[in-house]
């Protein structure tokens, strides 16, 4: 019996380690394609959601679709 709640416990650590190295990878990738897409106005300021504008609209609906299901679990 206790065999058995060691290797549980191991595979419980193994799959939060996978899970946060996968979640620091995805923040990662957002502040790179942040900073790679971002556009200045002639005053300085910062446009904020101008990559959502280049966005094709296949990808613009898959990602709408993706974050309801989410919202909904």
Do not use: H, P
């Amino acid at each position: 019996m206790a065999d058995s709640s060691v290797s549980t416990l191991a595979g419980a650590i193994f799959w939060m380690w996978i899970i946060a190295l996968l979640g620091m990878a995805t923040n990662y990738a957002e502040a790179v394609m942040a900073q790679k897409t971002r556009v200045v106005d002639e005053d300085g300021t910062v446009v904020k959601w101008q990559w959502l504008i280049r966005m094709s609209r296949r990808v613009s609906i898959i990602r709408r679709c993706s974050s309801t299901q989410a919202a909904f679990g």
